[in-house]
């Protein structure tokens, strides 16, 4: 869902939430209508505007990451080869968190890698690498995996 669609949801107006978010009203008209991305929001508005919603941060971020990134708003990072089965892979980007997509056997799989920190930033490559090569084992394996499908 879009910011405006969540907003319209709530069933509050947007003077409502500005009152009880205690924002300027030209901040949430902002973010409503694109001229500022709410993930990239202070964390403090973010949170002001979730509970005027009736959300939790998290449940409000939920929302808008699932909306954006069903509009492909992830930024290709990387691509690389796993070190053990020697798998393309593509990492992206989106909001905090990095993300991996590859293909093996015919399927597709994409699922969160890890947080967009510093310290994973340094090492995304080997991380990267042996999550996915640690997937490909539990499919040879037999064991269950989730075929996640983000990007």
């Avoid at 947080?115 to 394996?141: G, P």
């Amino acid at each position: 869902m879009t910011l405006k669609e969540i907003v319209q949801w709530s069933g509050k107006s947007r003077q409502e939430i500005c009152k009880q978010a205690e924002i300027p009203y030209s901040t949430l008209a902002d973010l409503i209508n694109g001229r500022k991305d709410i993930l990239c929001a202070k964390t403090k508005t973010f949170v002001k505007i979730a509970k005027a919603l009736g959300l939790t941060m998290e449940e409000l971020y939920r929302m808008l990451e699932e909306y954006q990134c069903s509009l492909g708003y992830a930024e290709h990072i990387c691509q690389l080869k796993t070190s053990e089965y020697h798998i393309s892979v593509d990492v992206y980007m989106y909001g905090i968190e990095y993300y991996v997509a590859f293909s093996h056997n015919g399927q597709t799989y994409s699922f969160e890698l890890c947080k967009a920190m510093k310290e994973n930033t340094q090492c995304l490559r080997d991380i990267a690498s042996f999550i996915v090569d640690d997937f490909i084992i539990d499919l040879i394996m037999g064991k269950e995996v989730i075929k996640c499908s983000i990007l």
